[in-house]
Every structure is written in structure tokens, then in C-alpha cells.
């Protein structure tokens, strides 16, 4: 589905970010996994989909320093200039708190990497993609940010930009064939999930249709289907993969 693409995935050292690497890679696309920092578990992942044959770079970037975001621009120029999918997945998540309580400062580090980093990052690539008059930009949001979530202010606002972000650039790249969307995950499988609390955990699943968090792998899924050709005319959507929560 992938073949001949060339992909930047975000927040690719592990759980929905490291299944969509190794789904993209198995459709053959090439594939800059952006990480912020080359971890020795997640070198030995990168080694094994080498040994299968994907083309798998590794760029270290933090989307919290400006300094390092164009560090890791200036390396990826070096090596190419043509991308023709971004994935948005890179995110990060407090310990929950009640807005009254929640530092200011703490609001800014969340939105760092959920929203600032990653709009930096896409007002470069989107011009490469522009050059080319293609490309394919998918957003890792949540259903938080669309339904809330107690104790979350600041996460859940950040990936509420993402969402106003993705339908805003929508409609100004769409002049030059990007397309733009999204995909909201439920709960799901990662290291992130262990920073809900286990009443909001159980209270989640209660809502959900399927009873059971996501696999990385099924959220992976649905952003192949968004990056390919397979959807090539949607864009501005926020594709909800929650099990069913109602």
C-alpha cells in the first residue's frame, strides 16, 4: 500500500507510534521514525525490521526544544526531501490533577509536545509536500479531547487543538492535494494508559461497547488506511477508534 512512500512517524519509540513503524514498514514504505531519544530496546526493534528488509531511519528530536526540532529538520534535509506522509502520534500526559490545581507551567510542557512541537514540525513538511502538490498528514488525537475527561485539563486541550488544527489545515492544504485528518483513539494499550487512574479506567471500559482497551496495532490500522491512497478523498476527519463508547 506503501510502496514507494516515504513517512515521518512522531512518538515512534513504542506503543501506537512503534506499531505504526513497523505496519509502515511492512508496506513497504521508507520510513524516519522520530524519536526523542534512541532507546536500547527500541534500537533492537529498528535492527529487526532492517534484517526484514525496511528502510528505517532514526532522527532524535524533542518537541519540546526549538533547538532540537531544527537539528532534526536540518539532519532529515540531509537525507531526503521528499515526504509524502506525516503522522502527528508523539504525545505526552500529566498525572491527573484538578484544573484548579494545575501549573501553568505544566500546561506549557503538554502543549510542547502535543501541539507546538508538532506544528512546527508540519509547517515544514507540509512544504516539501507542497513542492510535489501530494502528501498525507495524519494527526494522533483523542477521544478525550472530544468527549473530556476528569483530571486531564491540560492533555485533553492539547489534542482538542490537534483536532482544530486538522480541520483548519484541511481546508488551507488541500489546495496543494494534502490531505489532513485524524485518528482518536480510545484507551488503549501503551505506557500512557498507565497514568489513568483504575476507576477512570473501569468507568472508560464500562462506556465501551468491546468491553477491552486497544491494541497499538489497531490504532496502526486505522492511520495506514488514512496515510494511503486508499483514502484519498477524505480529509478534515476525525476518525474516532474507540471500541464504542457511548
Do not use: W
Not at 103 to 132: E, H, P
Not at 151 to 158: D, I, N
Amino acid at each position: 500500500m506503501l510502496t514507494g512512500k516515504t513517512a515521518i512517524v512522531t512518538g515512534a519509540a513504542g506503543g501506537i507510534g512503534l506499531a505504526t513503524v513497523k505496519l509502515f514498514c511492512r508496506h513497504h514504505a521508507t520510513v524516519y521514525a522520530f524519536v526523542r531519544k534512541a532507546y536500547d530496546d527500541f534500537q533492537s526493534e529498528v535492527e529487526k525490521m532492517r534484517a526484514d528488509g525496511a528502510q528505517i531511519f532514526v532522527i532524535c528530536c524533542d518537541l519540546q526544544s526549538d533547538e532540537s526540532i531544527s537539528a532534526a529538520l536540518k539532519e532529515l534535509t540531509a537525507k531526503t526531501k521528499q515526504i509524502d506522509i506525516l503522522v502527528n502520534n508523539a504525545g505526552a500526559v500529566a498525572d491527573s490533577t484538578s484544573f484548579q490545581m494545575t501549573a501553568a507551567s505544566k500546561i506549557r510542557q503538554i502543549f510542547d509536545v502535543n501541539f507546538f512541537g508538532q506544528t512546527a514540525l508540519t509547517q515544514y513538511v507540509s512544504r516539501l509536500m507542497a513542492r510535489k502538490k501530494q502528501g498525507s498528514i495524519v494527526n494522533i488525537t483523542s477521544v478525550a479531547a472530544i468527549d473530556g475527561t476528569p483530571g486531564q485539563y491540560e492533555y485533553v486541550c492539547s489534542k482538542a487543538a490537534m483536532i482544530g488544527a486538522t480541520r483548519e489545515l484541511a481546508i488551507e492544504l488541500g489546495k496543494s492535494n494534502i490531505r489532513v485528518n485524524a485518528v482518536a483513539p480510545g484507551i488503549t494499550e501503551t505506557k500512557m494508559a498507565t497514568n489513568i487512574s483504575e476507576d477512570l479506567h473501569k468507568e472508560t471500559l464500562q462506556h465501551s461497547v468491546m468491553k477491552r482497551m486497544a491494541l497499538p496495532e489497531e490504532i496502526a490500522n486505522a492511520v495506514l488506511f488514512l496515510a494511503s491512497d486508499m483514502s484519498s478523498y477524505v480529509t478534515g476527519q476525525i476518525l474516532r477508534v474507540d471500541g464504542g463508547i457511548f
